[in-house]
Structure formats: C-alpha cells, structure tokens
C-alpha cells in the first residue's frame, strides 16, 4: 500500500461546478415513498450478499457519474446514496438504473448490488458480503463533505482508492476482499496516516480540515481505483481548498502505514 502512494499525489475526487462529481448523496423524510429492487445490472448480480427491498430511494435520486442534463449515467460504479430522515437510516446501491414502465414512469430501482446501514449502530453486515463498495464498507461514512470540513472539524477516517490490493480482509471493519494483487488488504482503518510531522501550517479552512483528520483518523482503503483518489461531494465551496492542494500538493510518501491490530482473514 505504501509503496501504491508513495509518489502519488492526494486527489480530491470531487468538484465544485458539476452537478453529481464525486458521490452524491441524496436525503429523504421518514415517509419516502418505497419503491422495489431487482438485481442483476450489466451481467453482474450481487444478490445473494445484498439486502432486499423495497427501498426508501427516490424516482428522482442523484445517481454517481449523472448530471441534471442526463441523471441516468451508462458506465462508470453509479452508485445510489440515500439516507433517511428521523430513523437514521442509510442504503448504498451499486450499479444503479432506474427502472420504468412502457410511459416512462420510474416503478423502482435495479442495481447490482444494495446494503442498509443503521447509523445509530456499529454493527457491520454479515462478513464476506460485498456492500456498494469493495470492501464491504459503507461509503457515506468516509466521504468527504464541506458543510463538515467547513466547519473546521472532520471526526473520522477518509475513503481512499488505490489500484490495487491483496486478496484478504481484516476480521473488521473490512468484510471482504477487494482483489487478487499486492500490497496491503482494503479495509484497514486507518489503513494509512499523514506522518505527525507534515506540517499543517501551510493550509487553511477546510483544507486544514482535511489534513488534520488525514493525522488524527487516517485514511481507509475502501476501493481499487486510481492513487490516492479521495471521495466527496460536489460543492462550489471546496474552491479555495483545491487551490491549497494545488499549490501545495499532499504526496502519498507523506503518509505511513499504520500496522493492522486486528486479525488477517484469508480468503
């Protein structure tokens, strides 16, 4: 893992003009109309390690990778956020589509797969399911959000991406195994830490934020995907803390990996 990003500059997967950039998330009153879920999207079928429906997401929800000029993306992870008002409710679907009938009307979802999270509890899904990210994780949990990091305090690890990752988990939080290639298993927490030494001097706001939780939290590996890829939501208020990494970019060799304290499952 540290050698995946070392050298690797830290992205801030999200973006400040584009309507869905990153992974959005969409909030819904406790009476979200439910709609049904099917499963088996684009060849691939997660059921049998997915949770049913109906779910509480609505006809009109924000899917990754889709815009308000075209919400109904054809490529890419299209994952589906929603969370509930009032019962603290969380479901993550992956490769999401809407479903319509002849007329057009959405009358429910499908996806390849789905996980519901409470998140008033710590209790994970059952070990070995996949969830909407590799490693079983949830993805809200990790992302990264300005109404938080705007207020100068980020209370938890980052979700990160790297290209690669051994094929076994730790006993927890990671669930499963992202793949079959070396270094270091998805799911570690923190599976990286920005060294005590880097200096956060240089930042402000909520890029001050961001690093601060990089020391405190760490990073965890939720994905394969691109190096050091941070997830978030869009918001045009994220502006001046691009600009900050810009001009004082944040490599992977400033982080360390931290040793795993919990059991190595092999899978």
């Known amino acids: 893992m540290g050698k995946q990003a070392a050298g690797a500059e830290l992205h801030l997967d999200l973006g400040t003009t ?156 990671a669930l499963r195994a992202v793949g079959q290639h070396r270094p270091r298993p998805a799911g570690l927490r923190p599976a990286l830490r920005l060294k005590k030494s880097f200096p956060t001097s240089r930042y402000t706001g909520a890029a001050r934020a961001m690093v601060v939780a990089m020391k405190r939290y760490g990073l965890v590996s939720a994905d394969q995907g691109s190096a050091m890829y941070v997830t978030g939501t869009a918001d045009p208020r994220w502006a001046d803390a691009l600009e900050e990494f810009r001009e004082h970019p944040l490599d992977g060799g400033s982080l360390e990996v931290v040793k795993p304290w919990r059991r190595v499952v092999r899978c």
């Open 18 to 173: 584009e309507d869905y950039y990153g992974i959005p998330g969409n909030v819904v009153d406790e009476d979200q109309p439910l709609l049904p879920l099917s499963f088996g999207v684009d060849g691939e079928d997660n059921g049998d390690e997915s949770d049913r429906g109906p779910v509480f997401v609505p006809a009109d929800a924000a899917i990754e990778g889709g815009s308000s000029a075209d919400p109904d993306p054809d490529e890419g992870d299209r994952h589906v956020i929603a969370v509930r008002r009032g019962t603290c409710d969380l479901i993550e679907l992956y490769a999401a589509e809407r479903v319509r009938d002849a007329s057009g009307t959405v009358v429910g979802w499908g996806a390849a797969s789905a996980a519901r999270w409470d998140l008033s509890s710590n209790r994970l899904r059952q070990a070995g399911w996949t969830s909407a990210d590799a490693a079983g994780l949830p993805i809200l949990p990790g992302l990264l959000d300005y109404e938080e990091a705007g207020s100068g305090a980020i209370t938890h690890a980052l979700r990160f991406t790297l290209p690669s990752a051994l094929r076994l988990h730790l006993a927890g939080p």
